[in-house]
């Protein structure tokens, strides 16, 4: 059967990959994620082999921790999903723990504006250009990116959850918040684009598996706003970012993605879409019908299965997509909880059914 490809991003069918959470990573290898994780030079660089390592001697047969024998200078945990730096380049605390993610202090700032000149010049971005440059003094270059967050979640990490009152008592000044962030956040991606090549490794493994690097904006806390607010304050920026970044992706990770689906469509591109756990894929084809959809399998969930259940689950899914080469699989974020077996059955799970596809 011939299935319709998106050229632009030159995939292979069932593209599939894995991030496993810092609980994971902590308990099995003893990792641990304080400041030096993410910004000393050396540690970066050892840290990241060190990971490769651990996924190459458990799921190597499927490719992963291909680079297990190298140190690489890469900048950002791209074996993590975390957003922080842009947080904290606007003035919000970040607190290192030892085994989970960086976490992002809300600010509760009382102006509704950022000033991205302020950003580019604060401790936290200082702290990263030092990282950078220590990389590329040893090394000669760097690889890999930072997580960019997205728009709506840095506004909620600066102004809490009276972000959602804002928009009904002071619109305007909401809309001057968000295009603050927009601008910083499009200068810290495209100064990444030109120093790696990539800004979205760390919003998703997934799409390493791309020819074409895919700009893949996190819109986590699109599940707390209507579509109609999404139109209203947000759709402006994926629908210029659409045009100017291509491929361009939207990582939704919230169980509704499908609630969503009229308004995507309208948007002039929409190359990915990162399909959360309990999203209607049936619904998303219909009205993006030429989108890659990711499908996320729940890392809280896979703990709860057997084989048979992932395997089951993940054969659903993707024949609900119904086109191999705009398909694709992950799990993000599985804890220490998470077995080798339960793991391993996702890749095996997408061998079979590409093996299925007759496109293996």
Request: proline fraction near 6%; glycine fraction near 6%.
């Amino acid at each position: 059967m011939n299935y319709a490809k998106n050229e632009l991003l030159g995939n292979t069918p069932l593209p599939v990959d894995i991030v496993l959470g810092p609980s994971w990573w902590n308990r099995h290898e003893g990792i641990t994620f304080d400041e030096d994780f993410f910004f000393h030079p050396a540690r970066r660089v050892e840290v990241e082999r060190k990971m490769e390592k651990a996924l190459h001697d458990r799921w190597g047969r499927f490719g992963l921790g291909a680079d297990y024998d190298k140190d690489l200078p890469v900048v950002g945990p791209v074996h993590l999903a975390a957003g922080y730096l842009i947080s904290e380049m606007l003035g919000c605390r970040v607190d290192y723990l030892e085994a989970a993610a960086p976490q992002v202090i809300p600010a509760d700032i009382a102006e509704l504006r950022v000033s991205p000149e302020a950003a580019f010049e604060s401790p936290a971005f200082r702290r990263f250009t030092e990282l950078t440059d220590g990389l590329k003094a040893r090394h000669g270059a760097l690889l890999g990116d930072v997580n960019f967050a997205g728009i709506l979640n840095t506004a909620i990490d600066l102004r809490g959850q009276t972000l959602f009152i804002d928009m009904i008592d002071q619109p305007k000044e909401v809309e001057t918040l968000l295009a603050g962030i927009g601008e910083v956040i499009e200068r810290f991606t495209d100064k990444m684009t030109r120093e790696t090549g990539t800004t979205s490794i760390s919003v998703n493994r997934v799409v390493r598996h791309f020819p074409q690097p895919i700009y893949l904006h996190s819109e986590c806390s699109h599940v707390m706003i209507s579509t109609s607010q999404y139109e209203k304050f947000l759709m402006k920026y994926d629908t210029a970012w659409s045009e100017f970044h291509r491929p361009f992706g939207i990582h939704y990770c919230g169980e509704d993605p499908h609630r969503f689906a009229r308004v995507f469509a309208q948007l002039p591109h929409l190359d990915f879409l990162d399909v959360g756990w309990g999203g209607d894929v049936a619904v998303l084809r219909e009205h993006l019908p030429d989108t890659f959809l990711n499908i996320r399998y729940s890392p809280v969930e896979i703990v709860k299965q057997s084989p048979d259940e992932i395997c089951d689950t993940l054969r659903r899914l993707v024949h609900a997509s119904g086109n191999p080469y705009l398909t694709g699989v992950c799990c993000i974020n599985m804890d220490d909880q998470v077995t080798d077996e339960q793991v391993t059955t996702i890749f095996e799970t997408v061998e079979s059914l590409r093996n299925e596809y007759g496109v293996a």
